[in-house]
């Protein structure tokens, strides 16, 4: 089985700091590992994926996230934190092969950006 | 605009009542996932179909069905409801590689 784990319920940063937002997945198989955010009253939109190749990500909105499998991490970076950045994150993670393309979530981060 | 399609986006309604999710993938998309999402539980997948198939099943209750129909519109029927199924449910579609693509939920309250 898949899990999540999302370090931190609440991240709290200043306007133009760094954003680290922590990830950790398990899954007996190579993962896909995905990051999204959730604005309120508003559904999931992705902001970056991993599925093969370079273990560093860039997404949009200018976020970023390393894939490294010795630690089974994909922690979400932006250098800089904007004020429209506060919302909800979710990292996710699928198999890589098979037909269930079922994605399990973490419990989310959220992230407010302080002026 | 996701290119899912929910409707409807609210519904309030009674315990012990019925009522009919739609959710429209995205156009191609052959996969169609039903997750909730409450305050305490977090996104709980419920259920997936592939080109009207059920595929995979997650925390569904047996209170729950869904089903997609040959136009791969899917619909999610709640019944018996309780207090307790108020949440957010969201429906996606995928294609063979990528993530989900979501639509933007119908926020479901039971009173």
């Known amino acids: 089985a898949q899990s999540v784990t999302q370090l931190g319920s609440h991240v709290s940063v200043s306007e133009g700091a760094l954003v680290l937002l922590r990830c950790n997945y398990s899954s007996s198989v190579p993962p896909y590992l995905f990051w999204y955010v959730q604005y309120p009253n508003q559904g999931l939109q992705l902001l970056l994926k991993?599925?093969?190749?370079?273990?560093l990500v860039k997404g949009i909105n200018g976020f970023e996230a390393e894939f490294k499998k010795s630690e089974t991490s994909f922690h979400l970076t932006k250098p800089s934190a904007h004020m429209s950045d506060a919302a909800e994150y979710f990292c996710?993670?699928?198999?890589?092969?098979?037909?269930?393309?079922?994605?399990?979530f973490g419990k989310g981060t959220l992230l407010t950006v302080n002026p | 605009d996701s290119g899912v399609t929910q409707t409807p986006k609210h519904l309030i309604t009674a315990t012990g009542q019925r009522v009919t999710l739609r959710c429209s993938p995205r156009?191609?998309?052959?996969?169609v996932y039903w997750y909730q999402q409450s305050l305490d539980q977090g996104l709980q997948f419920l259920i997936q179909?592939?080109?009207?198939?059920?595929?995979a099943k997650g925390n569904i209750l047996e209170r729950f069905s869904a089903q997609q129909f040959p136009d791969l519109h899917s619909e999610l029927n709640l019944s018996s409801l309780e207090l307790g199924d108020s949440a957010l449910y969201f429906c996606?579609?995928?294609?063979?590689?990528?993530?989900?693509?979501f639509g933007s939920g119908t926020r479901l309250t039971v009173v």
């Open positions: 156009s191609g998309d052959l996969s």
């Open positions: 996606a579609s995928s294609g063979l590689a990528g993530g989900y693509t």
């Open positions: 991993y599925t093969t190749g370079a273990t």
């Open positions: 179909y592939y080109n009207g198939e059920e595929r």
């Open positions: 996710a993670v699928r198999n890589s092969g098979g037909s269930n393309y079922k994605l399990t």
